[in-house]
């Protein structure tokens, strides 16, 4: 066991309720396990943080989870919602963006999930598909029906990427439970992983020296049973210990 002081915080952020009472703040269990077996403490940054509440937690934090969720508002990307738009929350937008802001400055390590891959590429300036069931050329069905935790489509990793060094392969079978994905990565982000209908399932800074990897799939509903999975959230309690 490593001392205390070496076991890194990771701020993990969550969901906010839409258009329900009482609001409440939440977050999928699984994200909150899979840090805790890497070696983590996840620390859940509510959406209704203020942004000097916020500041004063990322001073603590060795690293940040971005989660998934629902749509992120394409007003922030320049577009017209689409009419498949759901669950659209401005409060987790503003935070999450802060959330991104401030990591990078401080150089801390991101892992960002399904909506995590979509609000970091839109915070760095990237456009998102909104709905990738209707926008041409994309045929294969991002929306499984099979359980969370079984895997639905293979995607092809980048050889030399961060991500397969990472995952340890250059293809994984994932699950996919989104309908938004990136379009145009963001600045300083270079797509690295793809499913077979070329829709973005990955991508990473584009500097080696720092640690932020996206996945467009749930790996935290894989770790149980995907070597690949578990390694993501290892390199992110790693990188954040370092
Ligand atoms: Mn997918």
Known sequence: MPPVSRIPLIGVSTSI????????????????????????????????????ALGTVARELHGLLLTGGGDIDPALFGEAPHPTLYEVAPTRDALETAAVRLALERRLPIL???????????????????????????????????????????????????????????????????????????????????????????????DRERFVLAVQWHPEELVSHSAPARRLFSALVDAARA
Do not use: F
């Not at 209707?134 to 293979?154: F, M, N, V």
């Open 17 to 52: 309720t839409v258009d329900k009472t009482p609001e409440r703040a939440y977050v999928n269990s699984t994200y909150l396990h899979a840090i805790q077996q890497a070696g983590g403490v996840p620390v859940p940054l509510p959406p209704q943080l203020s942004p000097r």
């Open 112 to 206: 960002a999930i399904c909506r995590g891959i979509q609000i970091l590429n839109v915070a760095l300036g990237g456009t998102l598909h909104q709905d990738v069931g209707t926008d041409p050329g994309t045929e294969l069905r991002h929306s499984q029906q099979a359980p969370r935790d079984q895997p639905s489509h293979k995607v092809q990793v980048a050889p030399g990427s961060r991500l397969a060094e990472v995952l340890g392969t250059d293809e994984v079978e994932v699950n996919s439970m989104h309908h938004q994905a990136v379009r145009a990565p963001g600045r300083g982000l270079v797509a690295v992983a793809w499913a077979p209908d070329q829709i973005i399932e990955g991508v990473e800074l584009d």
